[in-house]
């Protein structure tokens, strides 16, 4: 991996420069150049991210003080609803590899564009379609859907809300998840550069590899799902509905037999982040690479398996509880694989502080709770006593939010000198690292106090009781917004006037830092030849083993 | 797009011919055949069983002939292993839940 | 290393990769195979919920009909396999005549099904119908699912012609030829992918009974 090519773009705008034979906003939305792509995602995304995260903030104010506080009842399962289906299906699932797999997947195997770039392209606008429907929804008369993002019948299939724009736009966006999905894996299988093998690839690309099968695996049973309830509703078939003889629980193992397997297409990429970003800031070889990226590949095919722990207080057979407890502890030994590594390469390692692992150590913590508090879960005794309360919402926030969340954040950090070629402020950076851990942690924690004493979820109104609990964390969630804020200030005023960035600014081993800052077109002069493995300190810690 | 280095050129084809095609579609009618014959026949719980293996039969023809499956590289069959693998396990997995009850 | 190819990534391939194409067009035919996997499931369940009821209700289907869909279907299979062999040829009057015929067959399963359903509807038997309702619950979800399972592999028999309707122009034009006939595959691949889907759909809800 050579520093050669860095001069021949240097001092240039890269690929920003050459917007093909197109101008202005249609050389974006019509090209079909990975990079600009993964921007587009980035931006639509965002937007989709604040409106959801100002959800998310309403819904903590009304449940500051029991009662109404500042909406309507209606109303606030309305914004649960959308949180649910905007935070989900348009923020985290395409999160990580939409934005940071498109842009840097092709680069980090050293190719030139991901398989198919048209294919590419249409999943961009399927994204954008399902996005402004599921906006668009809550405008048309009928209302909101106020089913929560999980559609259960036989309320979804009754309820007058508009629950089929949301569900057409659900089914849209699944498909355009299968469809990124299938390219990555034609990206990796054929595209990998010379002497790339599969064990040369950097953790972030197995990451995205095992969650684009996720992608291609199980959402179709989504897909197929949401389309059962739409023919439901549409043409009063008889599938999940109880009065016609469905089974309503039939509906929830297939929901979950796609929704669970969700969750890790949301937190895979995340974890491949934290083992990207991890060796660069240690300045040390990443410790026990196989068993991370294997222990990818296992949490992909073993979390595909226990879907129905959602469903221990449906009424399901005892057998079936049993398998699907056993099975949900499994998937905490791949996991714990990985916390284990992480940690093991810190360990005398030359740790060197920047933002992006801050966010990656917040990450490692706050991904443990969340991993934890699951294991609790997956316990049935302790699972029929807190099913369905704040425990379950505390737990998947922080996995989804303290982990995924957190993950993408360190990865905007560690990858704008690249992406933007401008290098961002050192202390805004910092507070906002600071104001979102503390603000989230604010947030989320009193969740398992509350949910344990129990609280149920979605519910509008709360006893007394737990008043100091909801005070805390709505006072948290001021201060995750106010870190958001910064964030998001800060990365603009570097957009505009940040300073340079050099093409290597933190030291990274991977290809991506070979190329100038932002990227030329096509990314490589010439196809690299790869003779090393990722991230390879060798050098540095003889060094520093020498003189120290 | 371009750096395919390990398949240098456009590879040439398996090519089937004919005579093999129509040979596979006799097989398929004969199969059909024996499928629905079968369903005259009390056969009790067999019935399922009978049709689905017949079923898979011809869709193993299909797949590896008509489809060209067994002249692609192993990592096709792979995929195809790993895809029916799944749906298996998914309906496996939902009966540890319905055939206990 | 090919750095001819020009500008961003739409220009024309420097090097075809074939293989690769396949390889993604075989990926999504596995999401079609799950997206189908997930209603097999709902049947699986309520088939073992409510046994007698699916025995009864599979007799109201015309086995004669489900068997002469077979054929056509199996037959269509045939013709679009054997237009591949013709393309690889460069007989291209041939390969047309094949995936015309391939066409046709996919009209004539069409035209079969619309029959069918029209006479289920003529007998009362359709989603909300009366005469449904009042049978048992297993005959109502049989039937849900006998028009939901039909009904979207039928969908896919549209898309599957339109897809080789305009694999049909691209050989009459020429873009389909002698040494490029990949999208000509992924047409045929995604035709035989509905076949097979039929196969198991017509044992499972004609011959069961």
Known sequence: MTQEAVSVHAGTRGFYEDTGKRTGIRAWIFSTDHKRIGLLYLMTMGVFFLLAVAFGFVMRLEMLSP???????????????????????????????????????????????????????????????????????????????????????????????????????????GFSSILTGLNFITTIHRMRAPGMGWFRMPLFAWSLYATAWVQVLATPIIGITLLLVMVERWFGVGIFDPTLGGDPVLYQHLFWIYSHPAVYIMILPGLGVVSEILPVFARRTIFGYKFIAFSSVAIAAVGSLVWAHHMFTVGMSNTGMFVFSLLTFLVSIPSAIKVFNWVATLYKGSIVLEVPLLFILSFIIQFSIGGFTGLMLGALAVNIHVQDTYFVVGHFHYVMFGGTGFGLFAAMHYWFPKMFGRMYNKGPALASWFLTTVGFNMLYFPFFFLGYFGMPRRYYDYLPEFQTYHLISTVGSWVLVLGIIVMVVNLLIAYKRGKTAPANPWGGRTLEWTISSPPPTENFHDIPAVTTGPYDYSEYEQRQAEHP | MDQHTRTPHAETPHKISYGTYVLIWFGLLVLTALTVSLAGIELGRWVIITALVIASVKSLLVLNMFMHLRFEERTFRVFALVALGTLLIFITLTFFDYAFH | MSSTSPGVAAGPHAHRDDVGSRLGMWLFLFTELILFGGMFIVYAVYRFTHPEAFHLAAAELDTFVGTVNTIILLTSSLTVAMSITAIQEGRKTFALTLVGMTILLALAFLVNKYFEWGHKFDVGIYPGAPELLAQPQGVILYFGLYFVMTGLHALHVIIGMGVLIYDFEAIRRGTINATSFVRLESGALYWHLVDIIWIFLFPLFYLLH
């Open chain 1, 67 to 173: 009662g109404k506080t500042v909406v309507e009842a209606q109303t606030y399962n309305t914004l649960f609803t959308l949180h649910g289906i905007m935070m989900i299906f348009l923020f985290i699932i395409p999160g990580l590899p939409a934005v940071f797999g498109n842009f840097f997947l092709p680069i980090l195997i050293g190719a030139k564009d991901v398989f198919f770039p048209r294919l590419n392209l249409l999943s961009w606008w399927l994204f954008l379609a399902g996005g402004l429907l599921a906006l668009v929804s809550v405008f048309l008369p009928g209302g909101a859907a106020d089913t929560g993002w999980t559609f259960y019948v036989p309320y979804s299939v009754r309820t007058s809300t508009n629950v089929l724009p949301a569900l057409i736009a659900a089914f849209i966006l």
